[in-house]
């Protein structure tokens, strides 16, 4: 059993916009081996890249605010409270429309997997 913080983790942030992340749950850091995934905020404006991953699933809990999630270029409505599963190869992001910050937790099973980015230039 670990406790781990997110204020003890580093926080790695977005080259394009004000984006960032919380990658706590790794092994080195929780040391599980078969989920991982990270605590990502969108301050307003902020938007991701579209993007799909191989080789794992991915599972969304929004925790604060709300957003636009685009799955194969559908926009969808979400907000806290909202669990929000992906499949492997359904092209992917999200867009903060909103005044308020807008954070989700992010998981990704198995571990191990690729990203293909639509415009790699833009992750």
């Given at each position: 059993m670990k406790i781990v913080n997110t204020l003890d983790v580093p926080r790695l942030y977005s080259q394009r916009d004000g984006r960032f992340r919380?990658?706590?749950v790794k092994e080195d850091v929780l040391g599980l081996k078969n989920i991982c995934g990270e605590i990502v905020v969108y301050p307003p404006g902020a938007s991701g890249a579209s993007h799909q991953h191989v080789g794992t699933e991915?599972?969304?809990?929004?925790?604060e605010g709300r957003g636009t999630m685009y799955v194969n270029d559908e926009p969808h409505e979400v907000k806290a409270g909202d669990f929000i599963s992906v499949l492997e190869g359904e092209r992917h992001w999200f867009k903060n429309h909103t005044p308020e910050t807008f954070a989700f937790l992010e998981l990704f099973a198995p571990t191990k997997y690729?990203?293909?980015?639509d415009q790699p230039d833009l992750k």
């Open positions: 919380y990658e706590a991915h599972l969304f809990y929004i925790t690729k990203t293909l980015w």
